[in-house]
């Protein structure tokens, strides 16, 4: 082999500057045309199937969908899935933290918590919530060695809201906090002794250095259980809460256009959890910061990339030549 | 005579039935620069760990400026250190790592001033003041605000020597600072400790740099199986190795 003689010979590089970049034909692709005429003449059949079924009123879809009690149910559905994932997210950390710790007690309290909320239904676990007031009617809320003492009816304090969220909520931390405790675990240990040797204390380790590092590794997931929590929050219809889910069967039980109504739903739900797909991108970005040499690009940009430089090679900045070793010909490889 | 810097006494650890360390014995004078030197698993870096309690010691008595490392004696009577007392003593001694571990979600300026600023409390304008100058120190004052990926290993390993002196120690370790480098870089780290160490700073440093050993160490301590096999002057134990372990080691590595 020698140091580039023969390339110089080739007529086709400049003797100077940057070679001109290489323009081949590209292979061809046929069976993804194939690929594509099948899905497509598979999704159109679905299509037409669902498009002239005989007993499906398209028009009870579009009369329901922007029905105000409808959008009530989806506002009501995301303020449950918000308030139960911020439960979840912050007694997660709290859980994980705690399962991580030397302290036996604190690591086994954490322990029999997950078990027990990840080890019953959450669908029993609403339904638990909703029903407390029958086995303690009364709430008396005390401050130890002080004359104060708080009395409230159950069913006041635990409404069907409150027992959603409390059932959700609790569910998600059991879960939330496996997927912390993933994360910390991730984070390299030099870190913590880095850390430590520093002079830092645990807590301080945990919060300035584990944490926000643990949080790429967290993040995904957690976009993950936002959107099934989305769907799970469903589930609080045992509750009677009026989410999405509640509301639609409520009005199919009136006018018994089950189907339509449960498409309805199903185009709301969609809608919400392809928002937060989304934005779940945007979340990731922020949180590769110095982790990544290039940040990720953004659906957007990956979009217009696939659309209009399908088979553009990248883009690249000025020449500029290298520098010329004085020996470089002798030094024949 | 001052209190030395560092005072191992009959140093004994051991994790489960591996004896790492069976019996160190050394001083440290205060601005005296100490190079261990050994085979990998001799238990260099895990004395090195004990000094600042990353490890704790089953045995002897080790000392970092007269005060016990982890432990407080009363009397007869030795008691463990509260975790704040540990990380309070941490702080007074700077270490350098193999692997760097600067923190990758902070530049270079805020990997230095983040425990001057948590764990001493200090303002911030007088943390990133130092933080600055001891940037220009080890000759990176343009890439302050970089963060750790983008810059070399080299450059990386000062960024870590720095962030270390910011406490302001009083004592600095060293566990094999210039082991993952490629060695073009070698030099420019070794030039920092050097500077280091001709300010006066106490540095113990676990290195498999004999040149380095030579030039800037005050004493030599060759370790092996964990105990110390031969110690004197560099020049002397580098030059005319006493014990046939500590000379088929050295004909392997100079």
């Not at chain 1, 007529?11 to 292979?27: D, E, L, W, Y």
């Not at chain 1, 499906?56 to 969908?65: D, K, N, P």
């Not at chain 2, 008691?79 to 571990?101: H, S, T, W």
Request: proline share 7%; aromatic share 10%; hydrophobic share 45%.
């Amino acid at each position: 082999m020698s140091t580039g003689q023969d390339a110089i010979s080739d007529p086709t590089i400049p003797a100077s500057g940057r070679p001109a970049a290489i323009k081949a034909i590209p292979v061809r692709h046929p069976w993804r045309w194939v690929a594509a005429l099948v899905v497509l003449a598979f999704a159109a059949a679905v299509v037409y199937t669902f498009a002239t079924a005989p007993g499906l009123q398209w028009s009870v879809v579009g009369q329901f969908l922007f029905y105000p009690e409808i959008l009530r149910g989806v506002l009501v559905t995301l303020e449950l899935t918000a308030i139960a994932m911020v439960i979840g997210v912050v007694l997660g950390v709290v859980l994980a933290v705690m399962r991580l710790s030397v302290n036996p007690v604190v690591s086994s309290v954490s322990w029999f918590y997950i078990w027990f909320f990840r080890g019953t239904p959450v669908l029993v676990q609403i339904f638990f919530w909703y029903n407390i007031g029958s086995i303690l009617p009364y709430l008396h809320i005390g401050i130890p060695f002080t004359q104060f003492v708080w009395v409230g009816t159950t069913t006041r304090i635990v409404t069907p809201l409150l027992a959603a969220i409390l059932g959700l909520g609790f569910n998600e931390a059991a879960y939330m906090s496996e997927i912390v405790r993933a994360g910390i675990i991730s984070v390299d240990t030099g870190q913590t002794e880095a850390a430590q040797a520093l002079g830092m204390t645990r807590v301080l380790v945990m919060r300035r250095i584990v944490l926000p590092q643990a949080m790429r590794v967290i993040i995904p997931p957690t976009g993950n259980e936002t959107i099934s929590m989305l769907k799970t929050s469903s589930l609080a219809y045992i509750a009677t809460v009026g989410e999405l889910f509640f509301i639609q069967k409520e009005i199919s039980n009136f006018n018994y256009d089950i189907i339509e109504l449960v498409i309805v739903a199903s185009i709301w739900y969609l809608a919400m959890t392809s928002v937060l797909t989304f934005g779940q991108y945007y979340v990731e970005r922020y949180f590769a910061r110095g982790a990544s040499r290039q940040l990720p690009p953004t659906p957007l940009q990956r979009f217009r990339r696939l659309l209009f430089h399908f088979h553009e090679p990248p883009p690249v900045g000025p020449f500029e030549p290298p520098p010329i070793y004085p020996h470089h010909e002798d030094r024949v490889i | 005579m001052t209190t030395p810097m560092v005072l191992a006494e009959s140093v004994y650890k051991c994790y489960g039935r591996l004896e790492v360390l069976r019996g160190i014995n050394l001083s440290v004078a205060p601005r005296e620069v100490l190079c261990i030197v050994g085979p990998s698993g001799s238990g260099k870096s895990t004395f090195l760990r004990c000094i600042n309690h990353l490890e704790k010691i089953d045995g002897g008595r080790l000392s970092v400026d007269g005060e016990l490392v982890g432990y407080r004696q009363r009397g007869d009577k030795i008691y463990e250190l509260p975790d704040r007392e540990v990380c309070r003593k941490r702080a007074e001694i700077g270490m350098v790592f193999q692997r760097f571990n600067l923190f990758p979600h902070m530049t270079a300026l805020e990997n230095i001033m983040e425990a001057p600023l948590r764990v001493k409390g200090e303002p911030q304008g007088v943390v990133e003041q130092r933080g600055r100058s001891l940037l220009a120190r080890v000759g990176l004052s343009d890439k302050v605000d970089v963060y750790p990926n983008h810059l070399s290993g080299g450059q990386q390993q000062r960024v870590a020597i720095a962030r270390a002196l910011a406490m302001q120690p009083k004592l600095m370790l060293f566990d094999e600072p210039t082991s993952a480098l490629d060695p073009e870089l070698v030099g420019e780290v070794l030039d920092v400790m050097r500077g280091l160490a001709q300010d006066g700073m106490t540095m113990v440093v676990v290195t498999h740099e004999m040149g380095f050993a030579r030039e800037v160490g005050d004493s030599l301590v060759f370790m092996d199986g964990g105990v110390i096999v031969e110690s004197g002057s560099p020049r002397e134990v580098l030059a005319n190795p006493q014990h046939e372990r500590t000379r088929s080691f050295l004909s392997k590595v100079l």
